[in-house]
Protein backbone atom coordinates (compact mmCIF):
# COMPACT_ATOMS: atom_id res chain seq x y z
CA UNK A 1 0.00 0.00 0.00
CA UNK A 2 2.99 2.07 0.54
CA UNK A 3 3.63 2.20 -3.20
CA UNK A 4 0.21 3.04 -3.49
CA UNK A 5 0.11 6.20 -1.49
CA UNK A 6 3.10 7.43 -2.93
CA UNK A 7 1.69 6.96 -5.84
CA UNK A 8 -1.48 9.39 -5.11
CA UNK A 9 0.72 12.02 -3.12
CA UNK A 10 2.51 12.30 -6.46
CA UNK A 11 -0.49 13.12 -8.30
CA UNK A 12 -1.74 15.60 -5.20
CA UNK A 13 1.66 17.47 -5.96
CA UNK A 14 1.19 17.71 -9.92
CA UNK A 15 -2.58 18.34 -10.17
CA UNK A 16 -2.41 22.19 -10.26
CA UNK A 17 -0.63 21.82 -13.84
CA UNK A 18 -1.96 18.19 -15.11
CA UNK A 19 -4.14 19.47 -17.97
CA UNK A 20 -2.07 21.60 -19.34
CA UNK A 21 1.15 19.39 -19.21
CA UNK A 22 -0.73 16.63 -21.19
CA UNK A 23 -1.67 18.86 -23.85
CA UNK A 24 1.66 20.13 -24.37
CA UNK A 25 2.99 16.00 -24.13
CA UNK A 26 0.51 14.85 -26.05
CA UNK A 27 0.32 17.81 -28.33
CA UNK A 28 -3.49 17.29 -28.28
CA UNK A 29 -3.44 14.07 -29.75
CA UNK A 30 -5.48 12.48 -26.01
CA UNK A 31 -8.76 14.42 -27.08
CA UNK A 32 -9.04 12.43 -30.29
CA UNK A 33 -7.75 9.09 -27.73
CA UNK A 34 -10.62 9.45 -25.58
CA UNK A 35 -13.02 10.50 -28.21
CA UNK A 36 -12.61 7.59 -30.30
CA UNK A 37 -12.88 5.58 -26.59
CA UNK A 38 -16.27 7.39 -25.97
CA UNK A 39 -17.72 6.66 -29.81
CA UNK A 40 -16.40 3.11 -30.18
CA UNK A 41 -18.01 2.23 -26.52
CA UNK A 42 -21.50 3.84 -27.35
CA UNK A 43 -21.53 2.17 -30.68
CA UNK A 44 -20.74 -1.36 -29.16
CA UNK A 45 -23.14 -0.59 -26.26
CA UNK A 46 -25.66 0.58 -28.57
CA UNK A 47 -28.43 2.05 -25.91
CA UNK A 48 -30.06 5.45 -26.34
CA UNK A 49 -30.20 5.96 -22.08
CA UNK A 50 -27.58 4.59 -19.86
CA UNK A 51 -28.74 4.91 -16.58
CA UNK A 52 -24.89 5.43 -15.09
CA UNK A 53 -21.16 5.72 -16.10
CA UNK A 54 -18.41 5.29 -13.47
CA UNK A 55 -14.42 6.70 -14.72
CA UNK A 56 -12.44 5.17 -12.44
CA UNK A 57 -9.22 7.19 -11.69
CA UNK A 58 -10.85 10.26 -13.00
CA UNK A 59 -8.51 12.64 -12.53
CA UNK A 60 -8.96 16.54 -13.29
CA UNK A 61 -12.32 14.75 -14.96
CA UNK A 62 -11.07 15.00 -18.83
CA UNK A 63 -12.77 11.67 -20.51
CA UNK A 64 -16.14 12.79 -17.91
CA UNK A 65 -16.50 15.33 -19.83
CA UNK A 66 -15.85 13.41 -23.31
CA UNK A 67 -18.00 11.19 -22.21
CA UNK A 68 -20.60 13.94 -21.31
CA UNK A 69 -20.09 15.87 -24.28
CA UNK A 70 -20.10 12.50 -27.32
CA UNK A 71 -23.37 11.29 -25.35
CA UNK A 72 -25.08 14.73 -26.17
CA UNK A 73 -24.01 14.79 -29.85
CA UNK A 74 -25.03 11.11 -29.95
CA UNK A 75 -28.77 11.87 -28.28
CA UNK A 76 -28.01 9.70 -25.90
CA UNK A 77 -29.78 9.89 -22.45
CA UNK A 78 -26.62 9.88 -20.07
CA UNK A 79 -29.02 9.80 -16.33
CA UNK A 80 -26.04 9.83 -13.91
CA UNK A 81 -22.05 9.84 -14.37
CA UNK A 82 -19.63 9.48 -11.11
CA UNK A 83 -16.06 10.22 -10.67
CA UNK A 84 -13.44 7.96 -8.73
CA UNK A 85 -9.75 8.68 -7.59
CA UNK A 86 -7.98 8.51 -4.62
CA UNK A 87 -6.31 11.93 -5.44
CA UNK A 88 -7.89 14.63 -3.70
CA UNK A 89 -6.08 17.24 -5.20
CA UNK A 90 -6.65 15.92 -8.77
CA UNK A 91 -10.03 15.82 -7.92
CA UNK A 92 -10.54 19.23 -6.92
CA UNK A 93 -9.49 20.72 -10.27
CA UNK A 94 -12.07 18.65 -11.36
CA UNK A 95 -15.09 20.15 -9.55
CA UNK A 96 -14.08 23.25 -10.62
CA UNK A 97 -14.58 22.03 -14.53
CA UNK A 98 -17.72 20.19 -13.58
CA UNK A 99 -19.46 21.11 -10.71
CA UNK A 100 -22.48 19.57 -11.47
CA UNK A 101 -20.74 15.99 -11.01
CA UNK A 102 -20.42 14.01 -8.08
CA UNK A 103 -16.55 13.04 -7.42
CA UNK A 104 -15.99 10.12 -4.80
CA UNK A 105 -12.61 9.60 -2.79
CA UNK A 106 -11.44 6.23 -3.27
CA UNK A 107 -9.51 3.51 -4.59
CA UNK A 108 -10.01 1.45 -7.91
CA UNK A 109 -9.71 -1.52 -5.38
CA UNK A 110 -12.90 -0.28 -3.13
CA UNK A 111 -15.48 1.62 -4.66
CA UNK A 112 -18.04 2.79 -2.55
CA UNK A 113 -20.85 1.57 -5.14
CA UNK A 114 -23.54 -0.84 -5.52
CA UNK A 115 -23.22 -4.38 -7.28
CA UNK A 116 -24.27 -4.36 -10.72
CA UNK A 117 -24.78 -0.58 -11.02
CA UNK A 118 -22.94 1.03 -13.59
CA UNK A 119 -23.55 0.52 -17.62
CA UNK A 120 -20.55 1.70 -18.55
CA UNK A 121 -16.71 1.85 -16.17
CA UNK A 122 -13.81 3.86 -17.75
CA UNK A 123 -10.21 4.67 -16.98
CA UNK A 124 -7.93 6.12 -19.02
CA UNK A 125 -4.42 6.03 -18.09
CA UNK A 126 -4.94 5.14 -14.78
CA UNK A 127 -4.59 1.33 -14.71
CA UNK A 128 -0.67 1.32 -14.74
CA UNK A 129 -1.17 3.67 -11.29
CA UNK A 130 -3.17 0.89 -9.55
CA UNK A 131 -0.76 -1.89 -7.87
CA UNK A 132 -4.03 -4.02 -7.16
CA UNK A 133 -4.73 -4.24 -10.45
CA UNK A 134 -6.55 -7.90 -10.81
CA UNK A 135 -7.95 -6.73 -7.52
CA UNK A 136 -9.22 -3.78 -9.18
CA UNK A 137 -10.68 -5.65 -12.55
CA UNK A 138 -12.62 -7.78 -9.84
CA UNK A 139 -14.30 -4.94 -8.41
CA UNK A 140 -15.17 -3.57 -11.85
CA UNK A 141 -16.96 -6.90 -12.63
CA UNK A 142 -18.86 -6.37 -9.51
CA UNK A 143 -19.60 -2.85 -10.31
CA UNK A 144 -20.62 -3.29 -13.78
CA UNK A 145 -24.55 -4.55 -14.50
CA UNK A 146 -24.16 -8.14 -16.91
CA UNK A 147 -22.84 -7.14 -20.28
CA UNK A 148 -21.86 -3.69 -19.27
CA UNK A 149 -18.80 -2.16 -20.65
CA UNK A 150 -15.18 -1.96 -19.25
CA UNK A 151 -13.37 0.57 -21.08
CA UNK A 152 -9.69 0.75 -20.68
CA UNK A 153 -7.03 3.59 -22.33
CA UNK A 154 -3.49 3.11 -21.81
CA UNK A 155 0.02 3.14 -22.56
CA UNK A 156 0.78 0.01 -23.04
CA UNK A 157 4.38 -1.84 -22.73
CA UNK A 158 5.07 -2.88 -26.94
CA UNK A 159 8.26 -4.53 -28.38
CA UNK A 160 10.57 -1.54 -30.07
CA UNK A 161 10.81 -3.23 -33.40
CA UNK A 162 10.32 -0.39 -35.66
CA UNK A 163 12.61 2.81 -36.43
CA UNK A 164 8.87 4.65 -35.30
CA UNK A 165 8.53 2.24 -32.54
CA UNK A 166 12.28 3.54 -31.36
CA UNK A 167 11.48 7.18 -32.15
CA UNK A 168 8.29 6.89 -30.18
CA UNK A 169 9.93 5.27 -27.11
CA UNK A 170 12.80 8.04 -27.38
CA UNK A 171 10.23 10.57 -27.07
CA UNK A 172 8.67 9.12 -24.03
CA UNK A 173 12.38 8.09 -22.63
CA UNK A 174 13.62 11.94 -22.91
CA UNK A 175 11.12 14.75 -24.11
CA UNK A 176 8.81 14.04 -22.29
CA UNK A 177 9.96 14.22 -18.60
CA UNK A 178 11.88 17.51 -19.72
CA UNK A 179 8.43 19.63 -20.89
CA UNK A 180 6.41 17.69 -18.31
CA UNK A 181 9.12 18.86 -15.34
CA UNK A 182 9.40 22.78 -16.52
CA UNK A 183 5.24 22.77 -16.84
CA UNK A 184 4.89 21.05 -13.26
CA UNK A 185 8.41 22.03 -11.42
CA UNK A 186 8.21 18.17 -10.63
CA UNK A 187 10.37 16.54 -12.63
CA UNK A 188 10.08 12.92 -10.99
CA UNK A 189 6.44 12.82 -11.54
CA UNK A 190 7.31 12.65 -15.60
CA UNK A 191 10.41 10.89 -14.83
CA UNK A 192 7.36 8.03 -13.62
CA UNK A 193 5.43 7.99 -16.50
CA UNK A 194 7.76 6.35 -18.72
CA UNK A 195 9.41 4.22 -16.39
CA UNK A 196 6.02 2.94 -15.10
CA UNK A 197 5.14 2.20 -19.18
CA UNK A 198 8.09 -0.01 -19.24
CA UNK A 199 7.28 -1.79 -16.08
CA UNK A 200 3.88 -2.35 -17.24
CA UNK A 201 1.90 -5.20 -18.89
CA UNK A 202 1.30 -5.61 -23.43
CA UNK A 203 -2.12 -5.37 -24.27
CA UNK A 204 -2.28 -9.25 -24.36
CA UNK A 205 -1.50 -9.64 -20.92
CA UNK A 206 -3.88 -7.05 -19.24
CA UNK A 207 -6.65 -8.75 -21.69
CA UNK A 208 -5.90 -11.98 -19.84
CA UNK A 209 -6.24 -9.61 -16.58
CA UNK A 210 -9.46 -8.84 -17.73
CA UNK A 211 -10.62 -12.39 -18.82
CA UNK A 212 -9.76 -13.82 -15.47
CA UNK A 213 -11.53 -11.36 -13.69
CA UNK A 214 -14.61 -12.13 -15.69
CA UNK A 215 -14.87 -10.03 -18.93
CA UNK A 216 -14.99 -11.03 -22.75
CA UNK A 217 -12.94 -8.75 -24.86
CA UNK A 218 -14.91 -7.01 -27.44
CA UNK A 219 -12.80 -4.60 -28.94
CA UNK A 220 -8.57 -3.40 -29.12
CA UNK A 221 -6.94 -0.91 -31.11
CA UNK A 222 -3.76 0.97 -30.92
CA UNK A 223 -3.43 4.58 -31.75
CA UNK A 224 -0.77 7.23 -32.90
CA UNK A 225 2.51 4.80 -33.59
CA UNK A 226 0.93 2.04 -31.04
CA UNK A 227 1.24 4.84 -27.95
CA UNK A 228 -2.25 4.58 -26.67
CA UNK A 229 -4.08 1.24 -26.85
CA UNK A 230 -8.13 0.70 -26.14
CA UNK A 231 -9.39 -1.86 -24.93
CA UNK A 232 -13.54 -2.09 -24.25
CA UNK A 233 -14.32 -5.46 -22.58
CA UNK A 234 -18.08 -6.81 -21.48
CA UNK A 235 -19.09 -8.35 -18.44
CA UNK A 236 -19.96 -12.07 -18.49
Known amino acids: MEKQEKIVSMFNNIAPTYDKANRVMSMGI ?22 KIVDV ?14 AKKKDITLENIVGIDPSVGMMEVGKTKLPEVEFIEAFATKMPLENDSADILSISYGIRNVVQRQEAFYEFARVLKKDGLVVISEFTKNKKKSFLDKLTAFYMDNILPIIGGIISKNKEAYRYLPDSIDEFLTTENLCKELEIAG ?16 II ?4
Open 30 to 51: DKSWRDKACNKTFEIYNKKTIE
Open 57 to 70: ACGTGDMILFWKQN
Open 215 to 230: FEIVYTKAFSMKISTL
Open 233 to 236: AKKI
